[in-house]
């Protein structure tokens, strides 16, 4: 029986495949609720480009090209030195782990609320095998210490601004991701996408439901109840808010899951 699915806080997409790679167990599967092309361009503004020098021009070859006479100059001061180079990312270096692990991590991009219910909907996918005829087993660690995992990045986010943000939407996603992750005997885990300028000071949380904390903000936005709710114009604010009544994200997730900080979050 796979252990309590976990809301873990915000991750960037960097922070999001070093996680993958650190603990995943065949069959992991990997649910990315954005295009292909928009996750590539976050991950890219994250992590650091490597300076790709130009080589130096080859030498003419045109033997009749006038030569200028030599002439004495006088000694110059040599170049200075060309700086270091930073480190490179974790992720721009293949390690054997990294390469082994990552060959048997299902990656799927699920743009759409309606292609992510049927996706839940039909899971868990058929069982690949190797070239032996059975699946590859990669284990890292003592067995029975990790467990295959179902991690979806962006679930919330995917909701916003569409007829299903709202308790009521949400929770049909949730409970078929649960449903889900029961049927395919995984650990459901849940990661919302982390902005840069989210970054705020921390407090500890442990437990059942967050607060008043800036990592967890994306628990603490409040929907309203039903489908189909429509705002109104706040009152003495430019904000506008929801008509009748709304609760917390956090909530709606509480019912399943528990809460806790993510590797990149622990010091």
Request: aromatic share 8%; proline share 13%.
């Amino acid at each position: 029986m796979p252990s309590p699915p976990l809301a873990l806080t915000p991750a960037l997409p960097s922070e999001l495949l070093t996680y993958v790679l650190a603990h995943q167990v065949y069959p992991t599967n990997l649910v990315i609720c954005q295009s292909r092309d928009t996750f590539l361009a976050s991950l890219l503004s994250i992590i650091p480009q490597p300076i790709q020098r130009q080589p130096p021009p080859p030498p003419d070859d045109n033997t009749n090209a006038f030569v200028p006479p030599i002439t004495e100059e006088p000694e110059e001061a040599l170049p200075p030195e060309p700086e270091p180079e930073p480190p490179q990312h974790p992720l721009l270096t293949p390690s054997l782990h990294q390469i082994a692990s990552s060959r048997h991590v299902n990656v799927v991009f699920i743009p759409t609320v309606s292609h992510l219910r049927a996706y839940l909907t039909a899971f868990p996918p058929p069982k690949e095998k190797d070239e032996n005829g059975g699946p590859p087993e990669l284990r890292f660690d003592k067995p029975g210490k990790k467990v295959p995992l179902l991690i979806m990045y962006g679930l919330v986010d995917l909701h916003k601004n569409t007829s299903e943000w709202s308790a009521q939407g949400l929770g049909n996603t949730v409970a078929g991701l649960v449903e889900a992750g029961w049927r395919g005997e995984k650990k459901v885990v849940v990661i919302e996408e982390r902005k840069v300028e989210d970054d705020g000071e921390e407090m500890d949380i442990e437990g059942e439901q967050p607060k008043r904390n800036p990592r967890w903000k994306v628990w603490e936005e409040r929907v309203p109840m039903l489908n189909g709710s429509v705002k109104r114009a706040g009152f003495e604010s430019e904000d506008s808010a929801w008509s009748g009544r709304t609760i917390e994200v956090g909530r709606i997730f509480a019912r399943w899951f528990k809460f806790r900080k993510g590797d990149w979050d622990i010091e």
